[in-house]
C-alpha cells in the first residue's frame, strides 16, 4: 500500500512538478509580503506578462516541433514600430492588417529556410535576430515611434482597455492560450507537430509533410508575435525601435521553464503558460521583498535552475542521475 501510494505521488509530480514549484514560489512570496498576493498586484503581474506569455505561446510549437525561434524580440520590435507608424499614415484599421502581413512574411521566410531547406533553426534564427534588427532600424530610419494623437484613437483599446473589468492584453493571452491549446492537443497538426520533433525521420517515412509543419510552426511564431507587438503598440501608443530586444531569451526560458525539451517532442500550451508566470511572479516577488534589481537576475536564474532541476527530478523519481 506504502509502496503504491509513492508511486501515485511520484507518478503526479512528473507530471505536475512544475506545477508544484509555481505553488510552492506563490507560498513562500506570500509569507514574505502579504502585498504579494494582493489581487491588484496579481493582475497586474499577469497583465504585464501577457506580451512575453503570447509570444512564449508560438515558441512552444516550434521547439516541440524539434526548432528554436531567436528571432522573436527583434520581430516584436519590428510589429510594433510598424504598427506605430502606419497608424499615422492610414489609420489603425489598415495598419494592423498590414503589420500582420509584413510579421507573417517574416515568419514564413524563417520557415521556409529551416522547414524546406532545412537548415539549422539555431542558425537560422540568430541571424533573423540581427537581420530584422537592422530592418527595423532601416524602416524607422533609427528614430523611435509615437502616436501623432494619442487623445483621439481607439488603438489603445488592446493595450489598455478591459473587458467584464478584465484587461484586454490578459483576456488575449487566455483565448489565444485555449486556442492553441486545443490545436495542439486535440488537432492532427499538434499531432503532427509531436511526432515531428520526437523523431523527425520517422514521422517523414509515416506520411507527414515534415517540411510544411515546420514550416506551419515559424507561421504560427510570428502570428503570436505580431500580437504581441500589438498589445506593446497599443499599451504606449509608443515605443523604442529596441523594445523587443533580449525577450527571445526570456521567451526559450518561459518554454524550457514550463517543461518543452529542446531536443523535441514535448511539451504544453498550459506548462507554458506556468513557466511564464513563474518568470513574472519571481520577478514580481523580488521587488516587493526590496532586492535591488540586479540581484533579481542572479536569484531568478538560480529559481529557474532550481525548478528545473525538482521537475526532471521528479520525471526520473530520484535527484540525481544514475548515469555518472
Wanted: hydrophobic share 55%; charged share 10%.
Amino acid at each position: 500500500m506504502a509502496e503504491l501510494t509513492k508511486k501515485s505521488i511520484g507518478g503526479f509530480l512528473a507530471k505536475q512538478g512544475i506545477l508544484v514549484a509555481f505553488l510552492v514560489f506563490m507560498v513562500v512570496f506570500a509569507i514574505a509580503n502579504p502585498r504579494f498576493i494582493d489581487i491588484d498586484n496579481i493582475s497586474g503581474v499577469i497583465r504585464s506578462s501577457a506580451i512575453l506569455g503570447v509570444m512564449a505561446l508560438g515558441v512552444t510549437f516550434v521547439v516541440i516541433g524539434g526548432n528554436l525561434d531567436l528571432s522573436v524580440g527583434s520581430m516584436m520590435s519590428f510589429s510594433t514600430i510598424v504598427v506605430l507608424d502606419l497608424h499615422d499614415k492610414i489609420g489603425p484599421a489598415l495598419a494592423i492588417p498590414g503589420m500582420f502581413a509584413m510579421t507573417l512574411c517574416l515568419g514564413a521566410f524563417i520557415g521556409f529556410l529551416v522547414g524546406y531547406l532545412k537548415l539549422n533553426s539555431l542558425i537560422v534564427t540568430l541571424g533573423m535576430l540581427s537581420a530584422i534588427h537592422g530592418l527595423t532600424l532601416t524602416y524607422s530610419g533609427g528614430q523611435n515611434m509615437d502616436i501623432a494623437d494619442k487623445q483621439n484613437t481607439w488603438f489603445d483599446f488592446f493595450g489598455q482597455g478591459s473587458m467584464l473589468g478584465i484587461p484586454v492584453p490578459i483576456l488575449i493571452f487566455a483565448l489565444l492560450a485555449a486556442g492553441l491549446s486545443l490545436v495542439l492537443s486535440k488537432t492532427p497538426f499538434g499531432r503532427k507537430v509531436y511526432a515531428v520533433g520526437g523523431n523527425g525521420t520517422a514521422a517523414t517515412f509515416s506520411g507527414i509533410p515534415r517540411a510544411r509543419v515546420v514550416f506551419m510552426t515559424y507561421i504560427l511564431s510570428s502570428f503570436c508575435v505580431a500580437t504581441a507587438g500589438l498589445i506593446q503598440a497599443s499599451r504606449s501608443l509608443g515605443s523604442q525601435n529596441t523594445v523587443g530586444q533580449g525577450l527571445e531569451l526570456e521567451v526559450l526560458a518561459a518554454v524550457i521553464l514550463g517543461g518543452a525539451s529542446l531536443l523535441g517532442g514535448s511539451g504544453t500550451v498550459f506548462k507554458t503558460v506556468i513557466g511564464v508566470l513563474i518568470l513574472g511572479f519571481i520577478q514580481n516577488g523580488l521587488l516587493l521583498m526590496g532586492l535591488a534589481f540586479y540581484a533579481q537576475y542572479v536569484v531568478t536564474w538560480v529559481i529557474i535552475i532550481l525548478a528545473v532541476w525538482l521537475d526532471i527530478a521528479a520525471k526520473r523519481g530520484r535527484l540525481w542521475s544514475p548515469i555518472a
